[in-house]
């Protein structure tokens, strides 16, 4: 009994609790009936744990934002405007859910239903302590690829159903630019693959605790890619092109109305916020921080790394035009893709030189993640460099008239006098 | 020998899409329909008409004092600006001489009218580019203090109804000026905090330079003014190509892009809220006190003649016609609307680009429809 007390009562591990249950259950019942239990607490802990974020989320983006535009954000239900969510979500409840005429309605009501499974599927193979995981996965990396891979397909169906030509080209846009971005998140994550030797996500975060060394810091490249790349499939600014509001109104979700609007919205937060926590997982050591998780819960510790990269991407949408979606494809296919490749070979010389060579690890390691630093530095600053054509070189201020009053000879006289000609 | 299989040929056809009238960037209630060829524009139609009220009708039927509100709802963002083009074009008809200190303060509600039309027409701009609301909120906020100071003067923010035939309204009360200082103070920081998060920014450079081109002749053939002329390098400002009230007392310069697309646009109007402030920062120290509205009786009967007055109003030239046969009402009221001039230019700009740069060129056109309707 006291044993049970201590493991429940053990913050950092919340994982105590589940154990201690089906070893109960596996001291009398079948072992079917305790695996069964053990995954329902694992599925029943996910869904207590996303709800609330979810609604916590939408209040901190929506004030983030509105900090960022000079504006308050909600503050008027509730303390600080913290229940807006909650009389958000009771309002769309509310309102009436139209289909339209010639929309699919089958293929209409499915979407919004079906677009909430990837968004929690990814939660289940997040190890947010050493042993609070709800599958270990040894293809966790995999099953994740393939778990997002299915976005598109909701998003497409909802754009299809709608029989809305707006509807459409978001579903197009999101069509081609996830596909692309795909390429270059798994190169990144090939990258962490090889260092690491594992494909289970808590095999990663081990091999950084076991190597002191965030990945972050020795696969930079990866990290940018995996962070561009991610934030290109979320649809968010400056790749949010599928909903590009000033252009297609709402793209795929154009026609939906209430509540089925508001999971999309909701799913789109959640997609976001699961993106960091992978991000934080992949690349930021999830939930160890040299030693500290002995003594914070390491769940805390992941809370933080992701919020941290949360508020990148809330930093990012406030400030950050949209590309076109052609400029968006050359992005990826001329620049991410080729730097994913780069950085592959060069994952794997290091790999090999680790393996084959008996260098002392504590200096191999540092002196990889100096050299990696090196590379991604050149490859980012030529990019940028070459990027944009000549035109984007042309100066960033007008030509001063100076006096000068006139039709075209005029103009062709300025031109001339400022260095561009006709 | 087998017959041949019947070709299987995917069919593929443009899309014709409706933007508007109701759309989130359509700047108020205009229509546009873009003929796709995937993302690609092939032709752009624009459908105009659904915010005619028949003003330049009705204004026949009241006096010419009586008109000038309806100035203020033709472009609704410069009301400044159009109250002053009228009441040019009647006092021109009239042959009534305005006070020299109604003369400072026409010019200074004017340019503080550019400022606060410029913000709004670069953040919306910006917006259109999709950054999401955060350049338009900076710029609102710089707008506002500018309704602030016409609120203080006469009452109203958007349609201020304060320029007089013969002269202003009234004389603004003496904080306006100490306001005006204030907020001259505090304009260049906020314009370079503004300039560095957008002009230099790599993706709002590359959304836009190159996208909505459009010629110097081209400019000039499509008779286009104001901004969208400038931006194609044509040095043509009517303030200083054919100075209006104390225009050829002030110092300022004029921008004038390099290549006549959206970008050079964007920042021909940021230079000219620069030109702005330094224009009032001399009107602010030369303002002359004595009287500041001519006696003009109330129902004004101008000799019959006929009268055009132009102003550089924030969209480009905007000229009031106004045609007089001796009575309290004007025979004829046209107005000279930059918006709908500037539109025609749209196709041009638009036809060979992508569906986001058709819709970004349109905000660097920035256009009313209150002035395109009328």
Redesign the interface.
Same mark, same amino acid.
């Given at each position: 009994m006291t044993a049970l007390l201590a493991a429940w009562y053990d913050l950092r591990d919340l994982s105590g609790i589940s154990r201690e249950i089906t070893e109960w259950v596996q001291g009398w019942g079948p072992e079917w009936l305790a695996s069964a239990l053990s995954g329902l607490i694992g599925s029943l802990a996910i869904l207590a744990v996303v709800g609330p974020t979810l609604l916590l989320l939408i209040w901190v983006e929506r004030k983030l934002i509105a900090r960022i535009q000079v504006r308050y954000g909600p503050n008027r239900v509730g303390p600080r405007g913290l229940f807006q969510p909650v009389a958000d979500a009771i309002k769309l409840i509310l309102k009436e859910e139209l289909v339209p005429r010639a929309a699919d309605k089958w293929l209409f009501f499915l979407p919004p239903v079906l677009v909430f499974i990837p968004a929690l599927l990814v939660w289940g193979v997040l190890p947010f302590g050493p042993n609070m995981q709800v599958a270990d996965l040894n293809v966790g990396v995999l099953y994740l690829l393939a778990i997002s891979g299915t976005n598109v397909l909701v998003i497409f169906i909802a754009g299809w159903a709608s029989n809305n030509k707006y509807a459409l080209f978001g579903a197009m846009r999101v069509i081609a630019m996830t596909i692309s971005y795909e390429v270059p998140v798994v190169l990144s994550l090939l990258a962490v693959v090889f260092f690491t030797g594992s494909m289970s996500l808590n095999g990663i975060v081990q091999w950084q605790q076991q190597e002191d060394l965030i990945l972050l810091l020795l696969l930079p490249l990866a990290a940018l890619t995996f962070f561009i790349g991610g934030t290109a499939e979320l649809n968010r600014t400056p790749m949010d092109i599928a909903e590009a509001e000033s252009e297609i109104v709402a793209g795929y979700h154009t026609e939906y109305s209430g509540m089925r609007f508001g999971l999309f919205y909701a799913v789109e937060l959640l997609n976001a916020f699961a993106l960091s926590a992978l991000m934080a997982t992949f690349f930021l050591g999830g939930w160890w921080l040299w030693g500290l998780e002995e003594w914070v819960p390491s769940w805390l510790i992941l809370l933080a790394k992701t919020s941290m990269v949360y508020f990148v991407l809330i930093w990012l949408r406030g400030t950050l035009p949209r590309l076109r979606i052609d400029q968006l494809m050359s992005f990826c296919w001329k620049f991410l893709v080729p730097a994913g490749l780069l950085f592959i070979v060069v994952a794997a010389v290091e790999r090999t030189v680790l393996l084959e060579t008996d260098w002392d690890r504590t200096v191999a390691l540092p002196v990889m993640a100096v050299i990696n630093a090196a590379i991604t530095l050149a490859v980012v600053v030529l990019y940028a460099r070459t990027a944009g054509g000549p035109l984007a070189r042309l100066p960033h201020a007008p030509i001063m008239a100076r006096g000068r009053v006139g039709g075209l000879r005029a103009a062709r006289e300025l031109a001339e006098a400022a260095g561009g000609g006709d | 020998m087998c017959p041949e299989s019947p070709p299987t040929s995917t069919r593929s056809e443009p899309?014709v899409?409706n933007l508007g009238p109701q759309? +989130?960037?359509t700047h108020g209630v205009f229509r546009l329909k873009v003929t796709l060829d995937g /993302?690609v524009v092939q032709d752009a139609d624009m459908i105009i008409g659904y915010l005619h009220r028949s003003m330049e009708k009705l204004a026949e039927e009241r006096t010419f004092t009586q008109n000038i509100p309806f100035t203020d709802r033709i472009d609704y963002l410069a009301a400044m600006s159009n109250n002053l083009a009228y009441c040019l074009a009647v006092e021109k008809l009239a042959d009534i001489q305005v006070p020299p200190r109604a003369q400072w303060f026409r010019v200074l509600f004017a340019e503080l009218q550019r400022i606060a039309s410029h913000s709004l027409a670069n953040g919306t701009f %910006? *917006?259109?580019?999709? #950054?999401?609301?955060?350049p338009l909120?900076?710029m609102f906020?710089e707008r506002e203090k500018v309704l602030d100071m016409f609120e203080m003067t006469c009452g109203a923010r958007l349609t201020t109804n304060y320029m007089r035939i013969g002269g202003v309204a009234f004389d603004p009360p003496p904080e306006l000026l100490p306001a005006v200082r204030a907020f001259l103070d505090e304009m260049p920081d906020r314009i370079a905090e503004y300039a560095s998060?957008t002009?230099? *920014? /790599?993706?709002? %450079? %590359?959304?836009s330079? $190159?996208v909505g081109v459009i010629? #110097?002749?081209a400019a @000039?053939n499509a008779s286009l003014s104001g901004p969208v002329l400038r931006g194609? $390098?044509? +040095?043509?400002?009517l303030r200083? !190509?054919d100075p209006y009230c104390v225009y050829d007392q002030l110092d300022f310069? &004029? +921008? &004038?892009?390099? *290549?006549g697309?959206c970008y050079?646009r964007f @920042?021909?109007r940021l /230079?000219e809220v620069r030109q702005s402030v330094h224009i009032l920062k001399q009107v602010v120290d030369n303002i002359p006190g004595g009287p500041w509205l001519t006696d003009v009786p109330l129902h004004l009967r101008p000799p019959e003649a006929e009268a055009y007055a132009r102003v550089e109003s924030p969209r480009g030239e905007l000229g009031f016609y106004v045609v007089s046969d001796g009575g309290p009402t004007p025979l004829r009221f046209h107005c000279r609307a930059p918006s709908l001039i500037n539109l025609t230019a749209l196709k041009q700009m638009s036809v060979g680009g992508?569906? !986001?740069?058709a819709?970004v060129t349109l905000?660097s056109i920035d256009i009313v429809v209150g002035e395109i309707d009328r």
């Open positions: - | 899309v899409v759309h +989130p960037s /993302e %910006v *917006n259109d580019c999709g #950054a999401w609301q955060t909120m900076y906020r998060l002009v230099d *920014n /790599e993706i709002l %450079v %590359v959304r330079r $190159g010629s #110097a002749e @000039i194609s $390098g044509v +040095p043509w400002d200083k !190509a310069d &004029v +921008p &004038v892009g390099r *290549n697309d050079d @920042i021909v /230079e992508t569906l !986001a740069d819709i905000g």
